[in-house]
């Protein structure tokens, strides 16, 4: 006989929580069946397979256990009143096939934990990828049998020729939908047979960008500019300050505080992914730091006054801050390039990719992985190749200059 039980799994989420299931058991073999819900393994009554009271949704949880555990059972009668043996996968498939998951359901799932990271620039992103995704379908529901490689091709398709779309932004959508499709996997929602990404199905290859730096003289050009206007002169200094530190985000930039910077280096916690970075202070960079000292009362002021008057305890304030700043700055910059005959495309991500044109071959590949930050040494590889050519010119050189 098959039994039916509520259980806190151990595998826990990014913030730290564990998803409730249902377990079947029979024949001392396990499935689970996900209830998308997730708690704190403190709050988790093992003993009575239930909610602790002082979980603020205690009740609400409670009985939507007891409404889950109660519809599997009686899936459960109803498989083992069959005279054909079912096996406890064979009575969780049952039970999935009369169960329809909707999509943008765990899509909701997906959203609230970019939320509870703190992610808020990428759930802006993503939830306006769904929102375009609804738009293809006209309509607001879809199970996960309906989403097949057919559909993702037809979605393709229209984002590349319907929408205009750039290749890689289509993919971005991809990974999104994939991304989410992995949830309702993880979560026991879905099973993976009908698995439209991989070999045969849906592949998603991300495709080569074009990765365009300033060169030497044209930086010399924006360390030398004059004739600017206030706000343009704070633009370049942000600008430049990325650049001296390898390339630091925008969003850390705007954040840089007095108190960050002792006994000539930097150190700062990365907003994208909470690494601690110490680096040396450049003489160029102490040079316009120096600028901004006037404007210092306390050691935690910062130093470029963007954020000023925001509260940098609230995230989603601060992203959304952040974004309308960057715009601005690169207003400042694209008009700074016209006057300074700088023909490059000009924004603060730029100043990342001037880094590696400049950095080239000449620093090992480990080094630039600790500089740039990156938690894997293929990705620095797979970004500084667009700025290394010289062995591909030397061969090129070696075979027509006769």
């Known amino acids: 006989m098959a039994t039916v039980k509520a259980v806190l799994r151990k595998k826990k989420n990014p913030e730290g929580h564990y998803p409730i299931a249902i377990r079947i058991t029979k024949d001392r073999k396990s499935s689970y069946l996900g209830t998308g819900q997730h708690i704190e393994e403190k709050y988790w009554d093992e003993k009575n397979r239930c909610v602790r009271k ?65 992610k808020h620039h990428q759930y802006d992103t993503e939830l306006g990828r769904l929102k375009k995704f609804k738009g293809f379908l006209k309509k607001n529901e879809l199970s996960f049998n309906e989403l097949n490689v057919p559909l993702l091709k037809r979605f393709e398709a229209y984002l590349l020729h319907n929408k205009k779309r750039s290749p890689r932004t289509v993919v971005n959508y991809l990974i999104l939908i994939r991304t989410i499709y992995n949830l309702a996997i993880s979560e026991s929602l879905v099973d993976r047979g009908r698995y439209p990404f991989g070999k045969g199905k849906v592949q998603i290859k991300i495709p080569e960008s074009q990765k365009i730096g300033l060169n030497r003289k044209e930086i010399q050009k924006l360390e030398n500019a004059n004739e600017l206007t206030e706000a343009q002169q704070k633009a370049v200094h942000v600008w430049l300050i990325s650049f001296y530190f390898a390339g630091i985000r925008v969003g850390d930039v705007l954040k840089l505080k007095w108190s960050d910077f002792n006994d000539g280096r930097l150190m700062y916690r990365m907003n994208k992914n909470s690494k601690l970075v110490t680096l040396k202070t450049p003489d160029k960079a102490i040079a316009i730091i120096e600028t901004y000292r006037e404007n210092r009362a306390l050691d935690n002021d910062l130093i470029f006054h963007y954020l000023k008057d925001t509260d940098l305890n609230d995230s989603q304030r601060v992203s959304v801050r952040t974004q309308g700043i960057t715009r601005n700055l690169n207003r400042h910059l694209k008009k700074i390039a016209y006057k300074l005959g700088i023909t490059k495309k000009m924004s603060m991500h730029i100043a990342r990719h001037s880094f590696g044109n400049i950095s080239g071959d000449k620093i090992p590949i480990q080094m630039l992985q600790k500089l740039y930050r990156h938690s894997s040494v293929t990705t620095t590889i797979n970004y500084q190749a667009n700025f290394i050519h010289k062995d591909a010119d030397d061969a090129l050189d070696s075979v027509i200059n006769f």
């Open 54 to 118: 002082s979980h603020p949704n205690a009740n609400i949880i409670n009985n939507f256990i007891l409404a889950k555990v109660a519809e599997a059972n009686k899936k459960v009668l109803e498989a083992e009143s069959n005279t054909d043996y079912q096996t406890v996968k064979a009575i969780k498939k049952n039970i999935r096939q009369n169960k329809k998951v909707d999509f943008f359901t765990v899509a909701d799932m997906h959203l609230e934990n970019l939320k509870n990271r703190e």
